[in-house]
């Protein structure tokens, strides 16, 4: 079925290590790519996305995520994980044959722990 | 400088008792978005204008309604909120299909 993974529910790291959140799909074209990042009872903030070209996108808060076509992936990285970062994390893909519409993982919550 | 704002952020509403959620957008995009997220679970997509096409997803319970009387606000009606409708309820809008979405904070919707 086509569909987007992130693996992780759950992720635990201490302030100041590095992080990579994994994000998977499932589609036959490559979709256009979207990470974004979601504190409690907010609103969903793009962190950064991927349409063409560079497979190594920068975002904000010093975030970045490579694809890789051939693994059909999609990681987010960090080097340095800031207590503030501690949020839920979706990835969402917007595949050509579902009209370009969001489909979203179903989140990865990061813990930071001082 | 907000750029989609949602009104109000939180709302309480009885059983059965007829909601209106409130989006509106200083972007000027073309496409707005409703979704809804209940706890722990990731945005759902209920249904999204394409300038004044109404475009809404198979699965979205008739209860849902929308309108856009204009580009900068969309609407989103409960006809009658059951307990299971109580979520948040995030817009969204893009310049067109496909592109960028940018959300909204939310709205908090809690059904007594």
């Known amino acids: 079925a086509q569909s987007v993974t992130q693996p992780d529910i759950h992720i635990t790291v201490s302030e100041g290590a590095s992080l990579e959140l994994r994000c998977n799909y499932s589609?036959?074209?490559?979709?256009?790519l979207f990470w974004y990042v979601q504190s409690p009872g907010q609103g969903l903030q793009l962190l950064l996305k991927?349409?063409?070209?560079?497979?190594l996108v920068q975002g904000i808060k010093g975030f970045e995520a490579e694809f890789k076509r051939s693994q059909s992936s999609f990681n987010l990285r960090k080097p340095s994980v800031h207590w503030s970062d501690a949020a839920e994390y979706f990835c969402?893909?917007?595949?050509?044959?579902?009209?370009?519409?969001?489909?979203f993982g179903a989140g990865t919550i990061l813990r930071v722990k001082s | 400088d907000a750029m989609v704002i949602q009104n109000p952020r939180y709302q309480v509403t009885q059983f059965g008792k007829p909601v209106t959620l409130s989006c509106s957008q200083t972007?000027?995009?073309?496409?707005m978005y409703w979704y809804q997220q209940k706890s722990s679970q990731a945005p759902k997509l209920l249904f999204h204008?394409?300038?004044?096409?109404?475009?809404n997803e198979a699965d979205t319970p008739d209860n849902f309604q929308s309108r856009r009387p204009n580009t900068s606000f969309c609407f989103l009606d409960i006809r009658s909120p059951g307990l299971g409708d109580a979520a948040m309820y995030l817009c969204?809008?893009?310049?067109?299909?496909?592109?960028?979405?940018?959300f909204g904070p939310g709205t908090r919707l809690t059904v007594l």
């Open positions: 991927y349409f063409s070209g560079d497979t």
């Open positions: 204008y394409y300038d004044k096409d109404f475009n």
């Open positions: 969204a809008t893009s310049r067109t299909r496909g592109d960028t979405q940018y």
């Open positions: 589609y036959g074209a490559t979709p256009y």
């Open positions: 972007l000027n995009h073309n496409v």
């Open positions: 969402a893909v917007a595949p050509k044959e579902y009209g370009n519409k969001l489909v």
